[in-house]
Nanobody, 117 residues
Framework: QVQLVESGGGLVQPGGSLRLSCAAS????????MRWFRQTPGKEREFVAI????????KYIDSVKDRFTISRDNTKNMVYLQMNSLKPEDTAVYYC??????????WGQGTQVTVSS
């Protein structure tokens, strides 16, 4: 069955960096785009970034452009989110998502990122 497992979250000071990882299994990984979302209490889950199946194209929300980088390693079935220059407003639970089709995707369990001094 499809499984997505995130790791790499934690507590970091403002201006610091974290690298999130997502291990995927149960589907043909390089056939599908992968996304990262984030969610804070009381708010809807927010799209952060997407990478195509080949890794050749990416897109970000404006608030993380030039700070975050999404990438994937199709030889390892892994997707990553490198987060630099972190801000307190980046604090959230971050979720990995596999986009199979319009309205059909799979989610990981999430990993907490806390940016605080």
């Amino acid at each position: 069955q499809v499984q997505l497992v995130e790791s790499g979250g934690g507590l970091v000071q403002p201006g610091g960096s974290l690298r999130l990882s997502c291990a995927a299994s149960g589907f043909t990984f390089n056939d599908y785009a992968m996304r990262w979302f984030r969610q804070t209490p009381g708010k809807e889950r927010e799209f952060v970034a997407i990478v195509t199946g080949t890794g050749g194209a990416t897109k970000y929300i404006d608030s993380v452009k030039d700070r975050f980088t999404i990438s994937r390693d199709n030889t390892k079935n892994m997707v990553y989110l490198q987060m630099n220059s972190l801000k307190p407003e980046d604090t959230a639970v971050y979720y990995c998502n596999a986009l199979f089709d319009v309205g059909r995707s799979a989610w990981g369990q999430g990993t907490q990122v806390t940016v605080s001094s």
